[in-house]
């Protein structure tokens, strides 16, 4: 993996990826998750998800990797940007213009320069030297966040951050360093950088939350994954066959029969392959028309079980416009 540095090299790719918006399957990370860029602490993870065009989606570590499946499966979220630089100077909002924010107005953002000059600390902002023509020059490096996600209410579009990190008492502290143990001290350092963040956000009414990765049960990261594998497989069937075969699932939630009975039956009326009925499964699961337990095991050797909770209400603090 690759060792991070602050070089003229480096910021001119990153303002090539990220000076211009982007949506959907024209937006780039600032980070990839390849051997050449993603750091070498990182466990990167490459999503190809469906709802972003099947972009490449580059998650940095096993917790954004975790909270980005959970955003991915959440349905009134429409894009996703991972690694998404701070904008050291100003610049306006981003659904500024916007197709789906027409008519509506939205604060700008100030930029990092201003709020880390606010909280006392411009001198630690990150900086690297660029070459002119007329002579080098410091030039401010831009922070880089985590997860930016943009959602849809019966308001309209939003933002909310996702700083995220494994366990909640990571955001006190510094992170690992290769061939130095974590030590739980308070960090004054790490403290400052997620102030700075939130107040960078906080300019442009955007909330900013600290997501713990562990936070997110278990098993429902385990049936996630699994669901996201065959999310978007091709099934050659009609989206009315699709469909009625979805719904002829949902009516058997909760009976003892274990799904891959489930799907054999159905596969065996339809005189097509498992495969192709347990990818409609999966689909209709992870699209939310088969409503089942996701805190359990989600496997087709056991019955399809009755929802007790909903994934979007018990982490739902996590995607609402007031979010803290």
Not at 239 to 258: D, I, K, N
Not at 285 to 305: A, G, M, Q, S, Y
């Amino acid at each position: 993996m690759a060792t991070i540095k602050i070089t003229e090299a480096r910021l001119r790719l990153i303002q090539k990826r990220q000076l211009r918006d982007a949506w959907g399957k024209a937006y780039e990370a600032a980070i990839w998750a390849t051997p050449t860029e993603a750091p070498g602490i990182s466990t990167p993870t490459i999503l190809h998800p469906a709802k972003l065009g099947g972009r490449p989606m580059h998650t940095l570590s096993r917790p954004e990797t975790w909270t980005a499946l959970l955003a991915l499966y959440h349905p009134s979220i429409w894009d996703i940007h991972e690694q998404r630089i701070l904008f050291p100077g100003p610049r306006p909002h981003f659904l500024d213009g916007h197709p789906r924010a027409i008519g509506q107005v939205f604060r700008p953002l100030r930029g990092t320069l201003i709020v880390a000059e606010e909280l006392g600390a411009l001198s630690k902002h990150p900086k690297c030297r660029v070459q002119y023509a007329d002579g080098d020059e410091y030039a401010p490096f831009p922070y880089i966040g985590d997860l930016l996600v943009f959602m849809q209410d019966a308001a309209g579009p939003y933002v909310v951050n996702w700083s995220v990190k494994d366990k909640r008492e990571d955001f006190r502290r510094r992170g690992p360093r290769p061939g130095k143990p974590q030590t739980d001290d308070v960090d004054a350092s790490a403290l400052h950088r997620h102030a700075l963040e939130a107040a960078y956000y906080r300019d442009a009414n955007i909330p900013t939350v600290q997501v713990a990765g562990r936070d997110v049960d278990s098993t429902l990261r385990s049936n996630l994954n699994r669901l996201f594998l065959s999310h978007s497989e091709p099934v050659p069937l009609s989206p009315q066959v699709c469909s009625s075969l979805q719904t002829h699932f949902a009516e058997l939630v909760g009976c003892s029969t274990p799904a891959y009975k489930l799907v054999r039956e159905a596969a065996q009326a339809l005189n097509v392959e498992e495969l192709v009925v347990k990818n409609v499964l999966e689909q209709g699961i992870w699209n939310r028309k088969i409503r089942v337990d996701l805190f359990e095991p989600v496997l087709t050797d056991r019955p399809l079980k009755t929802e007790r909770e909903d994934v979007l209400d018990v982490y739902g603090d996590w995607f609402s416009r007031g979010a803290r």
